[in-house]
């Protein structure tokens, strides 16, 4: 198994991943309805969290605390993803561009 699949790959049930992160099975359920999370599935069906799973059911929890309903929260997600999206692309250009600069001196 590569390095980044233990975070990506899905290894607890729902039982577990509620109890990890102090939340019932039903919220579990009602987030991924939502659209918050999208756990992976066992050929059978069955969720399997994965740690970056465990760690947005985290963050939905933190952002619970202080206020924010499912709608917002959404939207907080959506735009943390984006963020990292576009700072992953930066890296590569400031990457791309410093390997330019060596080329030509």
Do not use: W
Request: glycine content about 12%; charged content about 30%; hydrophobic content about 35%.
């Amino acid at each position: 198994m590569k390095d980044g699949d233990r975070f990506t790959r899905g290894v607890y049930a729902i039982s577990v991943a509620a109890e990890l992160v102090g939340m019932g099975q039903q919220n579990l359920r009602l987030y991924e309805r939502k659209g918050l999370l999208e756990p992976g599935r066992t050929l059978g069906g069955t969720r399997q969290y994965s740690e970056n799973d465990l760690d947005t059911l985290r963050r939905i929890g933190d952002l619970l605390e202080i206020g924010l309903n499912l709608a917002g929260i959404r939207m907080v997600l959506h735009l943390e993803a984006d963020m990292r999206d576009l700072e992953s692309e930066l890296a590569s250009a400031r990457r791309s561009r410093a390997d330019g600069f060596h080329s030509e001196s």
